[in-house]
């Protein structure tokens, strides 16, 4: 590793992995790319990262933060949050899901003062990004990128997703073949990025064949601690990373690019006194920029119906894929927009005792307005923040989830879910769903049991450099403050109405392009 590069990207996840590959096209580039994880080939993967199925991934410590927790709910304790820590970030061990926000999202980000990020402005590089291999040639679909976009035919599927499929249309839900299109509503087969039955993460995707270059260098197991900002008007200078234990200076002398992820890149700007003064001097740390750093946490909220599997439904091993159906849906309530909400079929829950004889299916509010926090407890970057979610606090985050489980409720009681199921509980509750559970209850059950989606973001918010709610300005410059960018999920400003991987690497693809013009 050098003393000096042009660009310094800390974070080799989704966006990460992404930029690197990209702003190394030009050969005269010097990049560098820090991952606090492993770094890994390919051919390298471990099986249980590979497979189709992500429950033993995600399980892994050594491919997680391992003691990272989170506050779902206000009335719950802190559990363990689930965020990738290896080259390929989150994609190494996510879902696999390779859903993207819908146009709506792109257009309510422009009225919150983000110009350039309208659907117009963002379809080219979703299209960029993949390799559609049922819907390439349509015109918002793209053939040849690095992502490969798959979707599993239905006598390929799961029990539970085949069941949720049939009891939706029994209940009048559409059925549509590619819910990534513009208008896309109902009952679908889950995008995924996989090829051959193997995950293709950012690592995959964009790194494996970019790493002959000699323009790029990737070091792995580098945590780090600090920007280098200097002057009064703050510039960004380098980054202060640990290696091996070893505490190392780097300089960008274009740029550092922040993608460490909406919870480790405000913790970094934190720890280098950008953030909330107040809670940076509680903690001894000299402010350098009061801005609001670890405000505006977004998340989708989830919650399940447990089905005791009959005999002849379970699946056979944990390789099976976990999910290949999903029911997006406009709830109608609470000023929400269209296809507001999701359903997501799960063929076994998540591994442990009895886990082959359990299914789910799981009800998640994908327009979330609830917002949580992210604050550092210590400057020592090896003690994990804070994580706040609050997920349901917003009214209308708790009136349309009260009504989803009202919907999934009638979804768990059709026919096609009674034809493989012996019992449908409302989650860990051992509840049955015959049960009617409304008022008190229900909330008390619904803030005591729901989880986070683990789509993270909007915590170093974007919008007008005027705004007070901004972190970063439309082209991802942190707002009074130069040779920095944060790109990555932090930067949403509303969490999209989709699993947040694809959003986020078409971020990174957008970002790339105008940093290779000059912008």
Not at 421 to 434: F, K, Q
Request: proline letters at 6%; glycine letters at 12%; one cysteine or more.
């Amino acid at each position: 590793m050098q003393q000096d590069y042009d660009y310094v990207i800390v974070g080799g996840g989704s966006a990460g992995a992404t930029l690197a590959a990209r702003l190394s096209e030009a050969p005269k580039t010097r990049v560098l790319l820090l991952e606090a994880g492993r770094d890994f080939r390919t051919a390298d993967t471990p099986e249980h990262i590979r497979i189709p199925n992500p429950l033993r991934a995600i399980g892994d410590d050594e491919y997680r933060w391992p003691k990272l927790l989170a506050r779902r709910t206000e009335r719950q304790e802190p559990k363990l949050l689930w965020r990738g820590r290896a080259i390929g970030g989150s994609s190494t061990i996510n879902g696999q899901i390779a859903i993207r926000g819908i146009p709506d999202d792109f257009e309510r980000w422009t009225a919150l003062g983000c110009a350039g990020w309208g659907w117009d402005d963002v379809l080219p590089y979703f299209r960029k990004l993949e390799d559609d291999v049922d819907f390439g040639d349509a015109p918002y679909h793209g053939r040849g990128g690095p992502i490969p976009v798959y979707r599993a035919p239905v006598e390929d599927w799961g029990y539970v997703d085949r069941a949720l499929k049939g009891a939706a249309e029994s209940l009048g839900y559409p059925w549509c073949e590619d819910h990534n299109a513009p208008e896309g509503t109902g009952a679908s087969p889950y995008a995924i990025n996989s090829r051959n039955g193997y995950r293709v993460s950012t690592n995959d995707g964009y790194l494996e064949s970019a790493r002959g270059r000699g323009n790029l260098t990737i070091v792995g197991n580098a945590l780090v601690d600090t920007l280098t900002v200097e002057g009064n008007r703050p510039h960004v200078s380098g980054v202060s990373v640990l290696i091996d234990g070893e505490r190392r200076p780097v300089r960008a002398t274009r740029e550092v690019i922040l993608a460490a992820g909406a919870i480790h890149s405000p913790a970094i700007l934190q720890r280098s006194g950008i953030g909330p003064a107040a809670h940076l001097k509680s903690l001894g740390i000299p402010v350098v920029a009061d801005l609001p750093v670890g405000d505006n946490l977004l998340d989708h909220p989830i919650l399940g119906i447990l089905l005791h599997l009959r005999g002849d439904a379970r699946v056979g091993t944990r390789m099976h894929r976990h999910t290949n159906c999903c029911l997006r849906y406009s709830s109608g309530l609470a000023g929400a927009g269209a296809n507001d909400m999701i359903m997501i079929a799960g063929n076994l829950r998540s591994e442990g005792e009895g886990d082959l004889a359990r299914g789910r299916i799981a009800v998640s509010v994908y327009q979330a307005f609830s917002q949580g926090t992210v604050r550092v407890v210590s400057p020592d970057p090896t003690v994990d923040p804070a994580v706040e979610e609050r997920m349901l606090s917003d009214e209308s985050d708790l009136i349309r989830m009260r009504d989803g489980i009202r919907r999934l409720r009638d979804i768990g009681r059709q026919p096609a879910v009674a034809a493989i199921a012996e019992r449908v509980e409302y989650g860990a509750s051992g509840r049955s769903i015959e049960d009617e559970l409304t008022g008190a209850g229900l909330d008390d059950w619904m803030m005591a049991e729901c989880s986070d989606a683990q789509h993270a973001s909007g915590t170093c918010r974007m919008g007008a450099a005027d705004d007070p709610r901004s972190v970063v300005d439309p082209d991802c410059r942190l707002v009074g403050c130069s040779g920095l960018r944060v790109i990555d999920a932090s930067v949403m400003p509303e969490v999209v109405r989709a699993n947040t991987h694809l959003t986020t690497v078409m971020i990174a693809e957008k970002m790339a392009d105008a940093l290779k013009r000059g912008r």
